[in-house]
């Protein structure tokens, strides 16, 4: 059993004796204080965290855990945080309220995503010691956010360059690749779930029971996650250099139907697009599916669309689009943009961060493709991002002394950026616009979309992925149609 009061930071340990004498509540609240890498949140993360550590029980053997760890590293253990600890133990559970957004919503940064308050006045002192762990969120908001920024990237191209019959394959252009780039296995799952929220297509397998556990994602429902057979570097080179052909063809014996994708740098991409694919090319145009081409070296705008400092009509200077156009062809859709032979297809997995993206999707417009004939993959890239990323923190903004209310902020004159709100909140929508106003009445604050999710101990509002996915397509359709 995980003992929530070791998930902490030191300086934790001593705040419960350092709060002004007589407080009895603290009220603070979450958010994302920076806009240099996204403008926008996608609020996720909060249900898993409360499932996964909130809602155990607390123990005295927790309790007594915790003091000798914090003796081993504070040196000592006063009376007064012995009596409190001891205290919550017998309690038994966190006497904690927490309010939210809901699960999937994207709101600008700077809004209040979330308030922490203490349900009973003599744990006031929780409501901060849990500040470390729930501050965890900035990593499942930032994943989930940017995922669903490289899904804005894909519905603006597909909406410039396909037709409305490719809306199905918009799940499927930003695959996860993660699972190895993650630095825990807990990471990986979650983060894994924090991308299905805005794409169907991933080969992170922990994502999938992360999702059915803790997002109650139904497996006899609507998929969840989705791949296809993929080769490998080790599995083609197993042929040898001189039979890296035979690998082709042992794949295609292997799958003879459906989506199957070869990774195919492993010598020279090149060859692989040109002669492999003629000797090749009557076998895959009769197969039933696709045959997905997966180079994965060098410079992916450069090896998709073409490297423009290449000889012109090299190999290099043409790029795999348009050489897989030349071996199998293409048709022009309603919008004027080509789309490849449906038995063929191109996937790029290494090094596509969002800029890149961008590129690579307007060159390919401007070449004349439509924006489904790439898939790309990402993982780590998806995942390189620190608390700092969107700025997050949590903050306390009043608090109550001998039943005496107390509005407070933080206000640094070294750094403006880093000044909090005051006061109870509320967050109010005015149209499609938030707004989290401060110095708020209790009626006010009562008043706010924050729902209460989490009460002593008890999840009260649980939602699950197909709900966050729903409501994350109906927020993209109300922002294209304003569009």
Not at 356 to 370: C, P
Not at 421 to 447: F, N, R, S, V, W
């Amino acid at each position: 059993m995980k003992n929530i009061l070791l998930q902490t930071d030191v300086y934790k340990m001593g705040h419960m004796e350092q709060y002004a004498p007589g407080c009895n509540k603290v009220y603070s609240y979450l958010t994302a204080r920076s806009d240099k890498n996204f403008d926008q949140t996608v609020f996720f993360g909060l249900q898993y965290y409360i499932k996964q550590y909130l809602s155990e029980p607390i123990t005295p053997e927790m309790g007594e855990e915790f003091l000798t760890y914090r003796k081993l590293i504070l040196g000592s253990n006063s009376p007064e945080i012995e009596s409190k600890i001891r205290a919550l133990c017998q309690l038994g559970y966190l006497p904690v309220e927490i309010k939210a957004v809901e699960e999937g919503t994207i709101m600008p940064v700077r809004n209040v995503l979330m308030t922490i308050t203490n349900t009973h006045p003599d744990f006031y002192w929780v409501v901060g010691f849990m500040e470390s762990l729930l501050l965890k969120l900035w990593y499942t908001i930032t994943v989930a956010t940017c995922s669903h920024e490289y899904r804005k990237i894909v519905t603006r191209y597909f909406n410039e360059t396909d037709e409305i019959e490719m809306e199905a394959a918009k799940a499927f252009q930003v695959h996860d690749f993660g699972y190895r780039g993650d630095a825990s296995e807990e990471g990986a799952a979650i983060s894994g779930v924090a991308h299905l929220l805005s794409f169907l297509g991933s080969d992170n397998v922990p994502a999938l029971p992360c999702a059915v556990e803790y997002y109650n994602a139904d497996i006899q429902g609507p998929p969840i996650l989705l791949s296809v057979p993929a080769s490998e570097h080790s599995v083609m080179c197993s042929f040898g250099r001189e039979d890296e052909i035979g690998a082709f063809r042992h794949m295609l014996e292997l799958y003879p139907t459906g989506i199957v994708s070869i990774v195919s740098d492993t010598f020279d991409v090149y060859k692989v697009l040109t002669e492999f694919a003629e000797t090749l090319k009557e076998d895959i145009l009769k197969r039933d599916g696709k045959v997905v081409f997966r180079p994965d070296s060098g410079n992916p705008e450069y090896i998709i669309c073409g490297n423009p400092e290449a000889e012109e009509g090299s190999n290099e200077w043409k790029g795999a689009i348009r050489l897989l156009d030349e071996k199998f062809g293409s048709t022009l859709n309603s919008k004027g943009y080509k789309i490849l032979n449906p038995k063929v297809g191109l996937i790029y997995g290494d090094g596509m961060y969002i800029e890149r993206y961008l590129r690579t999707l307007e060159r390919l417009k401007n070449m004349g493709y439509a924006a489904s004939n790439l898939v790309i993959g990402v993982g780590g890239i998806l995942r390189n991002h620190s608390r700092d990323t969107l700025g997050f923190a949590i903050k306390a903004t009043y608090v109550e002394v001998n039943g005496e209310p107390r509005e407070i902020e933080k206000d640094p004159i070294t750094d403006h950026k880093k000044k909090s709100l005051k006061g109870m909140l509320c967050l109010i929508k005015d149209g499609d616009t938030y707004e989290t106003k401060d110095q708020c009445t209790p009626a006010e604050e009562a008043a706010s979309l924050l729902q209460v999710v989490y009460r002593d101990g008890k999840l009260i509002k649980e939602t699950s992925l197909e709900e966050i996915r729903t409501l994350i397509n109906v927020q993209e359709q109300v922002a294209v149609a304003q569009l």
